[in-house]
């Protein structure tokens, strides 16, 4: 039987974080921006020459996945309006714009044999129009959409991925590094990893749990640390820009004081984050001591003649270590985690779920947005920023995603808590040392979130999706994100009056 988490739940406020209404002013350096992905906004899906992502095909072969029976064929139609989000970008006042390329739009069977010049020209105009606003492009190398050519060789779990994701990102680095200076190999590794290879909450859909994403897992932070060295060798002295890897990290809080509930939560942070953050920013580098062994005591127990999580090499240990200019950090959310006797045949054997061991849940005292996943609770944001300090070394960390689910309309009081009181905690936490240098807003726009198709939306601007021009209008959200922006500074009593953007 799962706890009754509201009980147990009931001791957490805001854990000393203050939630302070005085004006808080950022420093002079720190830069706001806003995100979205390719798939999420482009549409243009088999428009100029593009091939086929994973993302195609789980939309079409079986519709009945996506909660709306919606797909990503047109979604807000970027692929046609871009100059229009940029427009935004420029209303909204943002210092920099964190957008995808979509892997098969460049390359349309995911090899570097073929390259298609319209999906080069598509981005060097997003990336020329952002510049004559000057707006820092702020480039996502791989956010989800890959090759639907590569998936049939395997795609994440074939080792042979390392080579093909260098192959993709040297044409990246070669036609657009002149001008682009931020550049992430990767977006939300476990997202890939487990939810596309170890359930079926993502594409591919693999659902082999408790192997496959561990697989992935390794094969994905060598990719990234090649795409990384890559960059040092031969781009830049040239180019001198800065990379790095965005990583989801949920903080995963003790449900009680016990010794049990206390190891559930480190061990879900590990899993969840660490898994990634640990072999690429601490100082010893490789999958975090919680993982290892977790999976080895129960690959034995299982019957597997070895962990089922892969070694790394000395050599890969050495090569993922460091390889990263900094952290980004995506997060939205907090979740309480416990461990008694209730984890007894919770969990699929061999799975991820069962190799952690925890009872992960939310408090229905906390604010909830239109995603069942989502609640709002800054402490919790404060808590995962002074760990990442403490865990590897007060590394340069920018926020590459945070944001807030509604069912839509344009009066979104709710996202405006949600980013003031995420910014407030951010603020102490910057004030405390943490070297946070960007903030992004998820997202620019609202977009075809994946499963949910088009039921949340997490825009500071409106989409209007039922007309052909997908009508983009500024959420109340947005006049107050460009006030932050304009005076870097969060002034809780600032009322926007409507129309100003
Ligand atoms: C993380 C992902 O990077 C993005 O694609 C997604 O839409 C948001 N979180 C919200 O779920």
Redesign the pocket.
Known sequence: MIRPFFILCAIFHNNGVSLSSKIRKFPDSFEFGAST?AY?IEGGWYEDGKGLSIWDIATHMDPSQIKDKSTGDIAADSYHLYKRDVEIAKELGLDFYRFSVSWPRILPKGLPNQINQAGIDYYNNLINELLKNNIKPFLTIY??DLPYELQKLGGWINPHVVDWFVDYVKILYDYYGDRVKLWITI??PK?ICYEGYGSTLKAPMLNASGVAEYMCAKNLLLAHAKAYHLYNQNYRKLQNGTVGI?I?CTWFEPASETIDDHQAAVDANQFDWGQYAHPIFSKAGHFPFELKKNIALKSAEQGFSRSRLPELSASEVALIRGSADFFGV?T?TTKLAYRDASLDGLYAVPSYMDDMAAVVVGNPTWPQAK?TWLQEVPWGFYKLLKEIKKNYNNPVVYIT?N?W?TAGGLFDDDRIQYYRNYLSVLHDAIEEGCDVRKYTA??LID?F??KNGYTEK?GLYEVDFSREDRNRTPRKSAYVYKEIIRTKSLDTTYEPEINTV
């Open positions: 992905s999420q956010h989800w977006n939300e997202q965005s989801s995506n939205y995603s995603e944001g689910s998820w997202s977009n979130e994946w997490f």
